[in-house]
């Protein structure tokens, strides 16, 4: 394995925003330095100690009157070991040298019992050593800023421009707003803090036929990002009042729309529907902990597994999809991950072919790579990192700008599918079905009004094998979700995927309404 220069990275390389000062003034280094200390005191051949603190706050509103306002924090530290090859962990919620010292203690005596279970001996991908790092991710202002009596106003504003429009009966509104902060420090000698700040806004909409016992809705496209409050304001990157305007129309539409003929049908995914199909069969399958096997007794594994790399047909030449922890406003996106290796982009699928995996500095060795691309995550202080998805996007065109009427322009008779709703896929990510939430049948190269009860149905190598074109840069959008579970005990991670509009050809779309026996 080559030898990797030990660097310095000076902070302001780093960060143009600021840490809170209330997480700076946590004794950070002298708790590190009790618990790396007695950690190697006790025989640990590596250590990391990390502070992680969670502040949230998720507000609910139905038809503009609060349901529920929910302020939550949690603090705490851990310190993880290798001790004879083997992993140690132990957690503790007080933040004194005394807890500090115990769990690193604790961890070691955890590791040395293990040991002899242990089939895999532990090894470390090399990594540079960060020192005084600091790291923030990019958002004016700070949601935990604003009074909530500020927030809980503008929800009901956009409450009221939806209920007042002909044919809304209900409407619900909320948002999930977290802070995440976070000291690493390890026995190479990195220090680490970080600051992360997101937000997942929502509106839906509900119109009932008392007559008929049903009821159809539809909701924000508006996907959660790792922006602050200013993404719900007049200033935001996202069009709030153009959306509530049409929700009302788009909704009476569906509800008198035909249900759809079942059978082949050429597709133009839209980016608000196509990034979770990514999500499900590209950025899960790619996880190197899946594809060996880790995954199996919970979350599933893969069929994409390490003999197939470099020799996997994934999808068709026009496909290119990246790992991203460096994307901007991405959920995923981090400075570090919590095995302290500095966040990276790399490619898993070029030109249709598989070619790479997500994996952390344990893993990386494994597959024969010297450096780990930086997919460690934990979720809590008390929860063990593990390896956890980067940004995985499909990437646009970068030759032609393809409008999605350009795409729309190539179908003569097909389905735009805006939005995304249900999905089911099998445990090796390899046969799926999703829904969506807008329809609009294709004929001749136009829009012709909207179609209902549709899915769409395909393994994920025929899927992506369909991919004929992608749109341009000017059709990509970044979706995501906050939560992506994994592992036992439960994790869960919010995740952001990029990708342009693009046209599959011949997929199998079913009837929803009739597979239900409806």
Known sequence: MATIRLISVPVTQLSKRHVDPDFLALPLRELADAALDAAKRAGAAHADFRVHRLVTQSLNLRDS????????SEIGLAVRVIVDGTWGFASQSELSVAAAVDAARSAVGVATALRALNREFVELAAEPVYTDAMWVSRYDIDPFDVPTNEKVDLLAAYSDSLRSAEGIDHVTASVLQVKEQSFYADLAGSAITQQRVRLHPQLEATTVDQEAGAFESMRTLAPPVSRGWEYLGRE???????????????????VKSPSVEPGPKDLVIDPTNLWLTIHESIGHATEYDRAIGYEAAYAGTSFATPDKLGKLKYGSTPMHVTADRTEEYGLASTGFDDDGVAAQQWDLVRDGILVGYQLDRVFAPRLGLERSNGCSYADSPHHVPIQRMANVSLQPDSSVDRTIDDLVARVEDGIYIVGDKSWSIDMQRYNFQFTGQRFFRIRNGRLEGQLRDVAYQATTTDFWGSMEVVGGRSTRRLGGAFNCGKAQPGQVAAVSHGCPAALFRGINVLNTRTEAGA
């Open 65 to 72: 009157v609060v349901q529920s306002a929910v302020d939550s």
């Open 236 to 254: 935001s990157t996202w069009d709030w009042a153009d959306e509530l305007e049409r929700i009302p129309y788009w909704l009476s539409e569906k």
